[in-house]
């Protein structure tokens, strides 16, 4: 039994994906950034971003983008590791247009709209409070968390972070490698395939 960290966990998800899909990748250089979070004022800039190097075009049921972003820039949002967005896109377009309306659609998703599960600090694994397939997965897997829960995270509470004066994590939750396969599904089941009353997806630049 293999042991994950969550961004091992969204890292083997997306690749799961491909190896099943097949999807066309669009390499993106330079990169695209989505804004996530925003400290800046009159004297400095301080701004995170999460940065996005490739697209996967998952052209099935439904016409997909799907990209793990990496964060990057300064520290307002530093509690945030890794995200795994999904896009839909207009299956008209192609070459430069197509690439440039999904390069819009990322610097339109800023905070978190584009994305399912972003991973944070301390390892676990969220979603925005939006009813977006992100949530509405995590909320079905939550419900069987503990088969695959290795480890939870651990603080300590007497050192306190200097962005928001949480507690430091000392230790970040880790994953059985069986949660793969169970978000591989669910994605599946509510994104690629899934009916579209029972999901929403940001399409900003489309």
Do not use: W
């Not at 091992?8 to 690749?15: G, H, T």
């Not at 049921?61 to 520290?75: E, R």
């Not at 509470?157 to 669910?186: C, F, H, I, Q």
């Not at 599946?188 to 999901?199: A, H, N, R, S």
Request: aromatic share 10%; charged share 30%.
């Amino acid at each position: 039994m293999k042991i994950l960290t969550g961004s091992e966990l969204l890292k083997k998800v997306y690749i799961k994906l491909q190896e099943r899909y097949k999807p066309e990748i669009i390499k993106l250089d330079p990169a695209e950034d989505s804004e996530i979070a925003n400290d800046s004022d009159l004297h400095r800039t301080r701004i995170e971003y999460m940065s996005y190097n490739e697209l996967a075009l998952f052209d099935g049921h439904k016409k997909v983008v799907m990209s793990l972003g990496t964060k990057t820039g300064a520290y307002p949002g530093e509690q945030f590791l890794d995200d795994l967005i999904a896009v839909n896109f207009n299956p008209k377009l192609k070459d430069k247009e197509l690439e440039k309306s999904l390069r819009k659609s990322i610097r339109c998703g800023t905070y978190f709209k584009n994305t399912l599960f972003f991973v944070l600090q301390d390892g676990l694994i969220g979603a925005t409070e939006n009813k977006t397939a992100g949530r509405i997965i995590l909320e079905d897997v939550t419900k069987k968390i503990n088969q695959y829960l290795f480890r939870e995270p651990k603080y300590n509470k007497e050192v306190l972070s200097l962005s928001d004066l949480s507690p430091v994590n000392t230790s970040p939750a880790l994953y059985k490698s069986g949660l793969v396969d169970l978000l591989v599904k669910k994605i599946e089941d509510y994104v690629l395939i899934g009916f579209p009353e029972q999901i929403e997806l940001f399409s900003g630049g489309v």
